[in-house]
């Protein structure tokens, strides 16, 4: 069945219906909305600690209560179960109290790391929320497991972000059993989450945290070392997320114990930010790979591959030397782009992850490389596509192509690499980033580096060659 929002976009389901209620008789996913997941850890522990932000604790109890009245404010603003809302909130209750009154009127969440113009006209928002909807009064609603609950936004190889859809199942039973696998069944959960709830890696703060798990979300408005490290010595997380440039961070000022575990993604772990960390913590430290297009694996062991699939997470198999997955977490579809459910979903619903992979016989996962041409700063995804658009744009610019360039901090940054028209002043960097931002490109996105040449290196087919690019941007940003 496929949902219409008020405003004409339609999403369907590629998986067949017959897999999705596979999963539920399996016992994968719960087969219930994520508000009344929610409502019932608020009905039977009322007392317990639901959020600790920057103003402090709220309980369960007195959470619910404020998602309630907002929820009756968007009804009275005629917001519904037909509805794509759009969230630009900062990590605090005030974010989970938005998310958490858009699940429980059945409307879509889509929410931004950062203003996105493009994505909310692309997705055709009925609303935008950057603080709580006034107080009302709601009466409840009911809302189909199946139906679409949020939107993650993700920036692949394409020249714009992807918006991919995920149902309220798919989040509370896929990607809520891979959260619970990392808890490992043990009780007193608290998630000290450092990178944005409104990001593909921070969405299980609010939906599987609390709707699921029913623990506790410790969570800051902005991400600094010492603020974390002050934020584990008083409330005590048991699990602790961030990218890696963040954990390293944190590494570089202390060493860290009473933690049970350090989780890692949004980018690939350094092998050196691998063994320091574990020298610095006295606690696990687990990578996991995945994506907002719906896969995951996690491992404590990343330098013998990205770990084994959990069938309650999603199965994973090579088809032509790609990894493809598909399972109780996978997405819906992708909104208001149907090309790229052509070029990224099978006819049985199976995702194309653009990474190649191996299994070894023990059945470990191994990412040999990223088929996708992406670059990966500090766990924020970029298309280098996306900012070549807007660079062809510039008066000066005759070509230009980006690349990645590596950053013992970051990973990686990106590197402007441009050839100039005849007669044409030579831009700065400033200019350049000035020119993009002034053209709606998202803060971190914006090149860090920039390379003048005569010619940009091609293939024999007469495209730029990127491999010979990345090595010139190497070479000259020693």
């Known amino acids: 069945m496929t949902w219409v929002s008020t405003n004409g976009i339609a999403i369907g389901d590629r998986v067949p219906r017959r897999l999705r209620r596979q999963w539920v008789e399996e016992g994968h996913c719960p087969d219930r909305d994520l508000y009344s997941l929610f409502r019932e850890r608020a009905a ?60 429980a009127i059945g409307a879509v969440a889509l929410p931004l790391t950062h203003p996105q113009p493009d994505l909310l006209e692309r997705a055709r928002v009925s609303a935008v929320l950057e603080s709580v909807p006034q107080k009302g009064t709601w009466r409840g609603t009911e809302v189909a497991p199946e139906a679409p609950a949020r939107i993650f936004v993700s920036s692949g190889s394409e ?26 069944g043990k009780p007193f959960i608290r998630d000290l989450v450092l990178v944005s709830l409104a990001s593909a890696f921070g969405s299980f703060g609010v939906p599987v945290t609390l709707c699921r798990e029913g623990a506790t979300l410790v969570v800051t408005r902005k991400f600094e070392a010492r603020r974390a490290l002050s934020l584990i010595a008083e409330h005590r997380p048991t699990h602790v997320f961030g990218v890696p440039a963040m ?81 109780p977490m996978t997405p819906l579809s992708y909104v208001a782009a149907p090309e790229l459910d052509a070029a990224y979903r099978t006819a049985g619903g199976w995702v194309r992850t653009g990474d190649e992979g191996r299994f ?46 590596p950053d013992p901090d970051l990973g990686e940054r990106l590197c402007a690499c441009v050839t100039l028209r005849p007669g044409r002043p030579r831009p700065s960097l400033g200019q350049l980033t000035a020119f993009l931002a002034g053209a709606g490109v998202a803060a971190p996105k914006l090149p860090e580096r920039l390379l003048v040449l005569s010619s940009l290196p091609e293939t024999g087919s007469g495209k730029v060659c990127h491999r010979t690019l990345t090595e010139l941007a190497r070479e000259h940003c020693r």
């Open 159 to 184: 020249a714009a972000p992807k918006m991919v859809a995920y149902s309220h199942n798919a989040i509370a039973g896929g990607r809520g059993n891979y959260l619970r696998a990392i808890h490992r």
């Open 360 to 405: 070894t016989p023990d059945g470990v996962l191994h990412v040999t490389r990223r088929i996708k041409r992406v670059v990966v700063r500090g766990g924020y995804t970029i298309s280098p596509a996306e900012v070549e658009q807007h660079l062809h744009g510039h008066p000066a610019v005759a070509a230009a192509a980006c690349v990645p360039v």
């Open 247 to 327: 954990l390293r961070r944190i590494a570089d000022l202390s060493t860290v114990e009473g933690v049970r575990a350090f989780v890692s993604s949004g980018d690939a772990l350094p092998p050196d930010t691998l063994s320091f960390c574990r020298a610095r913590f006295d606690a696990e430290i687990i990578n996991v790979y995945g994506s907002s297009d719906g896969v995951n694996c996690h491992t404590t062991t990343p330098e013998h591959g990205v770990g084994r699939p959990d069938p309650a997470v999603c199965d994973i198999r090579i088809v032509d030397g790609e990894i493809r997955a598909r399972g």
């Open 44 to 103: 039977t522990r009322p007392d317990r600690i639901a959020v600790i932000d920057d103003d402090g604790a709220v309980s369960y109890a007195e959470l619910d209560r404020e998602v309630r009245a907002a929820a009756g404010a968007l009804t009275t603003r005629g917001l519904g179960a037909r509805d794509i809302i759009a969230l630009h909130l900062p990590n605090g209750r005030d974010a989970v109290i938005a998310e958490l009154a858009v699940y």
